[in-house]
């Protein structure tokens, strides 16, 4: 069935492109994008910490909630809701000044206290205050990349009214979409905001359906009921092949294998460097993957680094038993998985395959309380450091502190990292979409986020 | 540098010379931009690492490049490295006969070059050095085998995004430039082959920019020169120093017009990225031809020929007696040039498929249907702005590079005979 959805897209987005063949350049205003993932998402607070971390969710509350700054794909900071900023000798105390003429979609305006007391709300280490035209921020230490770390999700600036009782109007930001309707879980709506400090969007609304599995999603964009629909990574390649437009970031999110705890004893380290060795992640990609995503030992992605080559993703199944032979009783592990996730059961299972070429048992559980588990860390922000301290947080380990920022200072603080032999990583996986003739001026950035303040639909649907 | 030598050669060169000199010697000169001596502090830095690692004697080197590296700049770093490292005494040999094996890997990330050398002494883990210095892009050459041939000099860069720019002067190689993007005008000056900034003119407004902005600079004659943005019209001041005077406005902007026809103007809409159709005075009793990006006059013995490159995606026709639309494989920007070549005008058109960067193309129009008389000339991104130069000899191309997000502006030139 799945072949015949893709082969009929393949059909159906040549008859399309043909229509749409002679099409201007330009953007057009006008239409709504409607568009399919799979995550539920069931808060619009982009503080929430009980939800967790994916591009999806980011890329939602990007464009209904802004930041006071923008990271941009090279890593640089640029300006948003702050017009400028400036560092205190030692990085430890900050100030930005807030853009004036700002509003919420609310018709509240943005005042450096309103931005205050939203950075105070998500980050309660911090003392933040407002002072005339600006915010100042003062970290527990010293903090260079502060700017960047502001460009995240959660130190989005938003604007709670806890006495409103309708849920749309609990919450409020200075996106370039306000939010139109909204059921948790299921369906958000979104509106252009006429009046956005950047200008106003090209397309009217945006229509979000959530909890959508690939198969549906592929299913909405056959039926034209959607036309950004997510592709499963190991499905790309037959899709492309199928004639469908598909749009891919940088790999942005890592799998790998994460223990429960830090290695007790030389045993320990022992068999953990033994795992590593015995993992053929080569094989993953091209016949679990066909051919998606970029294996790698690394914390960080090449594409983001340039060092990945240092870290070898090569097998190295002899080292892998001279190591398992050191060991005399080696203990039987759990790795643990998402029940939900069939490509990470999958990836699991091949790993104990590899470990038991080396002479280790591992058991595969869907569960959490195991001995060691495999995640998905999206990456933060194309800004490394940021990107690599959000990973040390997850993994619950603290970054090594560096002399400078160089490219040298970076590889030795993962180096760091994974010498504590914590996490052994797999892949680095891009988010990829499918696209519907109709959209135009699609680009995602290089850590997935959507731009679609910058995408127009097309004149052949209204 | 490379200004200076102009400044040498063009003493040399008969007048009428000069502009077909100054186009090569600016697409050869920006070729050979990349010189070893730009790679050997690096190949320097990454020796003496290795050296400090292996000491001094026979190693074995292998060079892989994984960046966006020219293979001839990938075969100058790696001689380099090799003479600095025969410097430091390491001595390379066939693998067996070594006593560490070095391997470096060329790589990059956004904004470095990365070059990773993993140094394998026995059976050790390998150690690993790493040096990185700052990317450079080269500028590109345009092969091409049609009659007449599209040339693009690079004029300006920056990250804001260029609206338009003007040459200020009449010589060949631009000395004295202004770039427009939505905050301010900018004069810079070419003073010892550098541009320095001669002026800053803010431009003010009260409403928030549309997306997709274009703005025009047009030249004027009792003062320096018009911006035309949406919704707000500037003006410089008449007397030094220089000042610019915005003010909200919904005046026709100034169509461009290199047939020598009369006057057209057309209105803009200010908060879309469009002009609403309206015309001024009109084409003939036409004073309406529907929602269009662009228009160019085509002359014609007695009259001229208007093509506007409509948002519906089709390209409307009127002389002023007939009106009449057709669908074209082009894009939303179009422009004309006077030039010396086939019937002595051309008209630059941006391609319909922007999917892997836009394009230009010159047309000749002898009845209705356009003719290319000039292969695509490629750009690294999408085309964001398409203007006349000031003398309508050639055309001002913007360009947002589609790796580094930057925008480039370029003056386009049609080259005949070729």
């Known amino acids: 069935m799945k072949r015949f959805v893709w082969l009929w897209f393949a059909a159906s987005s040549l008859a399309l492109a043909g229509q749409v063949s002679t099409a201007e350049t330009r953007p057009q205003y006008g239409g709504t994008l409607r568009i399919a993932i799979r995550e539920e998402i069931t808060s619009l607070d982009p503080g929430d910490s009980a939800q967790s971390d994916s591009v999806a969710r980011r890329n939602v509350f990007g464009l209904i909630f802004e930041t006071l700054v923008t990271v941009d794909d090279r890593g640089r900071v640029h300006p948003a809701l702050a017009t400028r900023w400036q560092a205190e000798p030692g990085n430890q105390r900050w100030q930005f000044e807030i853009r004036r003429g700002v509003k919420f979609h609310d018709g509240s305006e943005l005042t450096p206290e309103v931005a205050a007391a939203a950075l105070r709300a998500s980050n309660p280490a911090w003392r933040v205050l407002a002072q005339g035209d600006f915010v100042v921020v003062e970290c527990e230490r010293a903090d260079s990349e502060l700017p960047a770390e502001l460009a995240l999700t959660h130190n989005s600036i938003a604007r709670k009214n806890n006495g409103a009782k309708d849920g749309v109007a609990k919450i409020s930001g200075t996106g370039p979409f306000r939010i139109e309707t909204w059921q948790p879980g299921k369906y958000l709506t979104l509106a252009a905001e006429e009046n956005h400090w950047r200008g106003r969007a090209f397309v009217d609304s945006i229509d979000i359906q959530m909890g959508k599995n690939f198969r549906e999603q592929a299913l909405e964009l056959e039926g034209d009921k959607a036309d950004v629909v997510e592709v499963a990574p190991e499905q790309v390649q037959r899709v492309i092949m199928a004639g469908q437009h598909v749009s891919s970031s940088q790999p942005v999110e890592l799998l790998a294998l994460v223990f429960a705890d830090e290695p007790r004893n030389t045993d320990d380290k022992t068999i953990r460097s033994a795992l590593a060795h015995s993992i053929e992640r080569r094989s993953m990609r091209t016949v679990l993957l066909q051919g998606s995503g970029v294996p790698v030992a690394s914390l960080l992605p090449n594409w983001m680094t340039g060092y990945g080559s240092a870290f070898s993703t090569d097998v190295e199944l002899k080292r892998a038993r001279e190591e398992r032979t050191q060991v005399h009783d080696a203990p039987v592990l759990t790795v643990g998985y998402d029940a939900n996730d069939s490509l990470a059961r999958t990836l699991v299972e091949r790993v104990a395959l590899n470990a038991q070429d080396a002479g280790l048992t591992l058991r595969p559980l869907a569960s959490t309380n195991t001995d060691l588990r495999l995640m998905r860390i999206p990456l933060a922000s194309p800004d490394p450091w940021v990107s690599l301290e959000n990973e040390a947080e997850v993994l619950d380990l603290a970054v090594p502190q560096t002399t400078g920022d160089s490219v040298e200072d970076l590889f030795a603080a993962e180096q760091a990292l994974l010498a504590k032999q914590r996490v052994i990583p797999l892949l680095y996986l891009p988010t990829d979409w499918a696209l519907s003739p109709a959209v135009g001026d699609w680009s995602v950035g290089a850590d997935g986020s959507w731009r679609l303040d910058e995408v127009s639909m097309g004149k052949d649907r209204p | ?418």
């Open chain 2, 1 to 418: 540098m490379v200004i200076e030598m102009w400044q040498s050669i063009r003493l040399f060169l008969p007048m009428a010379c000069r502009r077909s000199f100054l186009t090569l010697f600016l697409v050869l000169s920006f070729v050979g931009v990349l010189t070893a001596s730009d790679w050997s502090d690096p190949a320097r830095q990454l020796a003496r690492k290795i050296a400090g690692v292996t000491g001094p004697g026979a190693v074995s080197i292998t060079l892989e490049n994984r960046s966006s590296l020219a293979k001839k700049d990938f075969d100058a770093v790696g001689g380099l490295l090799r003479i600095e490292m025969e410097s430091l005494g390491l001595r390379a040999v066939a693998e067996e006969q070594a006593a560490a094996s070095v391997h470096v890997t060329f790589s990059e990330n956004p904004q470095f070059y990365v070059w990773v050398t993993e140094i394998r002494q026995g059976n050790a883990d390998p150690t690993v050095a790493i040096v990185s210095l700052p990317r450079r892009d080269e500028i590109g050459v345009v092969h091409d085998s049609m009659p007449m041939s599209l040339r693009k000099i690079p004029l300006w860069a920056q990250e804001s995004r260029i609206l338009d720019v003007s040459v200020l002067d009449d010589d060949s190689a631009p000395q004295h430039i202004a770039v427009l993007d939505g905050e301010r005008v900018a004069i810079y000056r070419q003073k010892n082959g550098k541009w320095q900034t001669e002026q800053n003119l803010a431009i003010t407004h009260a409403r928030p920019w549309p997306h997709d902005l274009r703005g025009l600079l047009i030249p004027a004659k009792d003062h320096l020169f018009d911006v035309y943005l949406p919704g707000v019209f500037c003006q410089t001041s008449v007397s030094v120093p220089l000042n610019l005077n915005c003010r909200e406005s919904d005046d026709p902007w100034p169509l461009p017009n290199a047939a020598g026809a009369q006057p057209l103007r057309g209105f803009y809409a200010a908060s879309r990225n469009f002009f609403t159709g309206a015309l001024t005075p009109g084409v003939g009793s036409l004073t309406n031809v529907g929602k269009f990006y662009s228009a160019v006059a085509v002359p014609r013995t007695h009259y001229a020929l208007w093509l506007f490159a409509g948002v519906d995606g089709q390209v409307h026709l009127a002389d002023g007696v007939s009106e009449q639309s057709t669908k074209l494989d082009w894009g939303s920007d179009l422009v004309s040039v006077r030039t010396g070549c086939g019937v002595g005008w051309q008209v630059l058109a941006t391609a319909a498929d922007a999917t892997n960067g836009d394009s230009l193309r010159a047309y000749e129009i002898a009845d209705r249907d356009p003719a290319a008389v000039s292969v695509a000339l490629d750009f690294s991104g999408e085309i964001t702005a398409l203007w006349p130069d000031v003398k309508y000899d050639s055309a001002i191309a913007v360009v947002r590079e589609r790796e580094r997000g930057e925008y480039e502006a370029f003056r386009v030139a049609v080259v005949c005979g070729e």
